[in-house]
């Protein structure tokens, strides 16, 4: 059966990935696009890249018509979906991509970002999207949250050893490097190509980035107590791709096994052997996951590290893996491309 699809948002990164990986899925079939600045134009004027996909023209969101869309990606910018998804249809599935819907509790959204959620009903019913850990849970699903692709790197390496009771909780340090392309499409002067080029810095330090409100509530849970990390990301002069190493106190093999045991029937995520350490380039355009566990020189110190594409396993390929899930399509539908190399 083929499912069609509405992307709002659709001339951003995120938008654009959606496109590429919904082009090679059996059962998804793209009818109807959203830009804002953007609409009127097609998809190959604004991505040329995609131009030999045959698309809907980019209307605005009140243009378009729902009648007959199964489901629909909300790849739009953080802090406008709320007020977008609570005048959808009903009777359509949903997968945000923005931070959004992320949190459960109104509280920690308002202590994160800053203002109260403006669909408080909506943040409940969403069901976070990590898909290794809520499958069930999104199966069953109307409104999908997808996860930050920070987030989600970060939570690939520590919950299942958190959860097998293998590693200490109260010194985890998280140091993240992250491809620009992250930061969206809008025109900012620190992303211009002379600002950023030939070196790299740290932002959103001292506890002070957002997806902290996320491994607060995912650590948490999966510890059964409270759990708060250290964590510094930092932007790199590189478009794609998230390389997070984790510094734990643990055993080297026990983490390792953890891990091994955790992920042995999932089919994006490899858990790479003992002392082998990851690399972007090698999941760069996939749905995939890389980890690898490292013995540090101190007894019982153990680093973990972890690669995914941010635009793709942190974002579009995550929501389209959870699409399939709420659609009752094989999880893996248009996501076992290869990763892109060199």
Known sequence: MTHSVAILGASGYTGAELVRLIATHPGLKVRALSADRKAGMTMAEVFPHLRHIDLPPLQTIDELDFAGIDICFCALPHATSQAVISELPDTLKIVDLSADFRLRDPADYEKWYGKPHAAPALQKEAVYGLTEFYREEIRAARLVAGTGCNAATGQFSLIPPIRAGVIGLDDIVIDMKCGVSGAGRSLKENLLHAELSEG???????????HLGEF??????????PVEVQFTPHLIPGNRGIFAASYVSG????????????????????????????????????????????AERAAGRTTIFAVIDNLTKGSSGQAIQNANLMLGHDETAGLMLAPLYP
């Not at 790299?200 to 957002?210: I, N």
């Not at 948490?220 to 107590?225: D, L, P, T, Y």
């Not at 026990?254 to 972007?280: C, K, M, N, R, S």
């Open 200 to 210: 790299w810095y740290a932002y959103g330090t001292g506890g002070g980035h957002r």
């Open 216 to 225: 607060d509530q995912e650590f948490s849970k999966a510890a059964g107590r």
């Open 251 to 294: 055993e080297p093999r026990a983490v390792h096994a953890a891990l091994a045991e955790a992920y042995a029937d999932e089919p994006f995520i490899e858990v790479l052997p003992l002392g082998a350490i990851p690399q972007t380039k090698h999941v760069r355009g996939s749905n995939f996951v890389h980890i690898g566990v490292v």
